[in-house]
Nanobody, 123 residues
């Protein structure tokens, strides 16, 4: 089992920045991939960014590329999502997720999920 806990969500004005954290515990994360997903009211959960725990290879959704940065701190078993130049359309509940093996953009492929943290961007 892998336990994930998100933090750092909140209310921010358009153009502002926010940094999300995902603390992982349980089974060793070696060989795992971790990702961030988001879900707005009335919409399906969508991929935001992913990183491989061992190699640090990153991948981003086109809508956030150049604005968001995913990173991981192996010593703290924590993954971060730095969000800059936030837009109202970024408003959603953000979830941290993990899976064995390579990164993936499909929510169903991820085995472990956090409870989510609300991000609201006002105009």
């Amino acid at each position: 089992q892998v336990q994930l806990v998100e933090s750092g969500g909140g209310l921010v004005q358009a153009g502002g920045s926010l940094r999300l954290s995902c603390a992982a515990s349980g089974r060793t994360l070696s060989g795992y991939a971790m990702g961030w997903f988001r879900q707005a009211p009335g919409k399906e959960r969508e991929f935001v960014a992913a990183v491989s725990w061992s190699g640090g290879t990153t991948y981003y959704a086109g809508s956030v590329k150049g604005r968001f940065t995913i990173s991981r701190d192996s010593a703290k078993s924590t993954v971060y999502l730095q969000m800059n130049s936030l837009k109202p359309e970024d408003t959603a509940v953000y979830f941290c997720a993990s899976k064995p093996g390579v990164r993936d953009t499909t929510p169903a492929r991820y085995d472990y999920w956090g409870q989510g943290t609300q991000v609201t961007v006002s105009s």
